[in-house]
Every structure is written in C-alpha cells, then in structure tokens.
C-alpha cells in the first residue's frame, strides 16, 4: 500500500540530477508567520505517526488523522489539550488520508486504504458512508498490466478528500486508482464525475487528484496534484480554468466568509530526492481568481518548516493548520501582516 506517488513537478535524468523544474510565478511577495510552538498535548504513551490529515470544527477543536502501527483519529481541544480519539477499531479506518469538518460539524475521514469515505456525527457515530472496503474473503487482488475497469458510481479507488457545496452535496477526490472527482447528493447518491479511472492532462482529466475544495458559490477547486495545476470547476463538475504557475498542488483549502481566500501548497515530495527542498515546499495564498497574493514557508526539519505538507486547515485565513508526514507534526501558522500587491 505504501507506494506513495514521488512526483515533484520534475524533470529527473536517469543519474537522478534535476534538470528542469514545474513553472511558478515571480516576485510574490512572502507572507511572515509565526508557529505555536508545542501546540499538541497527547496523554502518555500516545504519538501521532504520519500527520495526514487536520480539520477545525465551529468550536475551534482539531482533528488529526494520523498513520502509524494503526490508522487513529484524534480530537483536541483549542488549546491543543487531548479531548478523545473517534473510530478506534473501525473497520473504514486502514491507512488515513484526510479529514474534514462540515459546516453541521459533522467529520469525515477520508481512507485510502479502504476505499472509504466515512461520516461521523459530531458524537464520533457514524451516519453515512460512501465507497466500499474490499472484501477480505476475496483475497489478494492480482496485480495486472490490464487497463483499469471502469469507475463505479459507488465503488473508490483509493480516495483522497472531501468537499461540500451550500446545498450539502458532497464531492470526493478519487485520486490513485481512478483520476476523477465525484459529486453526491446531501444523501450519498451520485449525481456527476469529472475525469475517469483514466489519467489525463487535459481539461477535465486529471493524474492524481489529491485534495478538493468547494466555494460558497458552488466552484469546486481540485489539487491535480501529478499535472502540477489546480484545476477549477463549476458545481456540475464542468471545466472553468486551471492555475499551473503554483508548482505542485498537493493539497487546496477555501476559508470561509464574505471573502474567501484560496490555499494550496507545492509541498516537498516524500523522500526529499536532491535539490527539491531548494524549489518546493511554499504554500501560497490567492484569490479565487488565481490572483497570487503571497507565499509562506519552506522545506525544512525545525518548527516553521515543512516536510511534506499533506493537508491544510484554514477556517481562519489568519491561522493556518497544517499536517506533515514527514515530521509526524501538525503545526499552527500565525500569518501576518504583509505589504504589496499580488501577481497571476
């Protein structure tokens, strides 16, 4: 399972030296931040092993989504004090992706190793899934050169994350084995896709969806993760633009308010393969327009740095959360202040 996709928006030789790199604007202006530092207290002889996913809910309470010995879910407080872990034992809960929180404050844990989106209610019980984990009495699947079977209505291939629109339909990234975005309804019945278990790169197609987000006027924003873009569509799934000036998009966020702002991150790829921490690991800040307003952060092992940023919370455009794999952290960003304008 663990054959994580390093891929970097690169160019490599068979020597393994980098000899091109993925476009990216100019001159944007850097955004200076502060972390928290310590922000997580977990009781004793409890870790968090691969950060993968972060969520905030109305409270302000964060959610972590981590992989280690076992696939956890775990609650804090806003103080970052350990609150309960959701889901122990559950059988959709294999090897973490993401996690999101609803506008009802309902979670949702997105699990690439089953297949499986699921819903919890704000109580931790579950209310609603979508997908399907594989049977254990079917065995091994065999590992073909075939062409990929058809992508299902209900059936994922190793999901990626989750958004929601204002009428509560839901749209699920479904990013390794298929290369498509689906849309349900409030009630899980599916509605469009864009792209198929095919990879592509042109609009409507994509090679590796990894992250979602959805505007409050329905606009669906996809992390085309393996196609260095982010790709920008209508509530019907229909093509609108694409920003490819941002490396590589590993994973996308949209605040909410009366102005919402956009957040994607060209995190350092898994492994850090020489010279990628020179040419990636920044998070940007725009308008939904694709206007650049700024860039944050870096590559790098010491709080303030990143190492492979998986997922972003960023209910507060002024504070941004941000989940690691590579650090088994989840770091609190404390934006300031900046001057100057932005660029496309």
């Not at 054959?3 to 690169?10: A, I, K, R």
């Not at 093509?239 to 009366?258: A, E």
């Not at 002024?318 to 794999?325: D, M």
Request: proline share 6%.
């Amino acid at each position: 399972m663990r054959n994580y996709l390093v891929l970097c928006g690169f160019l490599l030789l068979s020597t393994g030296n980098v000899i091109a790199e993925k476009a990216k604007a100019t001159n944007v202006p850097e955004i200076p931040y502060d972390s928290v530092p310590n922000l997580l207290k977990l009781p004793a002889n409890l870790y968090l092993g691969e950060a993968m996913g972060v969520a905030t809910n109305s409270k302000g309470h964060i959610f972590v989504y981590t992989r280690s010995a076992d696939t956890r879910l775990f609650e804090f407080d806003q103080k970052g004090n350990y609150v309960r872990e959701i889901g122990e034992g559950n059988y959709g809960f294999e090897f973490a992706h993401s996690v999101r929180v609803d506008p009802d404050d309902n979670i949702w844990a997105v699990d690439e190793g089953t297949n499986m989106v699921i819903k919890f209610n704000p109580a931790g019980k579950v209310v609603m899934v979508i997908g399907h984990r594989p049977d254990v009495v079917a065995g091994a699947l065999a590992t073909t050169n075939a062409p990929p079977p058809p992508a299902g209505k209900y059936i994922l291939g190793r999901p990626t994350d989750v958004a929601w629109d204002p009428q509560g339909n839901i749209f699920v990234s479904d990013g390794y084995v298929n290369n498509r975005v689906v849309k349900y309804d409030k009630n899980g019945r599916f509605l469009a896709q864009a792209g198929s278990e095919k990879a592509g790169n042109g609009p409507e197609q994509f090679s590796l969806p990894h992250g979602i987000a959805v505007d409050l006027k329905g606009n669906v924003y996809v992390a085309d993760r393996s196609n260095h873009r982010l790709q920008v569509f209508d509530n019907n799934l229909k093509f609108k633009t694409s920003y490819d000036n941002i490396g590589d998009s590993w994973t996308v966020c949209v605040s909410p308010g009366p102005h919402q702002y956009l957040f994607t991150s060209n995190s350092n790829p898994n492994g850090n393969a020489p010279g990628t921490w020179d040419t990636s690991g920044e998070i940007y800040k725009m308008e939904l327009d694709g206007t650049i307003l700024g860039r944050f952060g870096h590559a790098g092992k010491q709080l303030g740095g990143f190492q492979v940023v998986h997922m972003m919370d960023c209910r507060n455009p002024n504070e941004i959360f941000v989940a690691e794999i590579e650090s088994w952290r989840v770091q609190k960003l404390l934006l300031k202040s900046q001057t100057g304008g932005g660029s496309k």
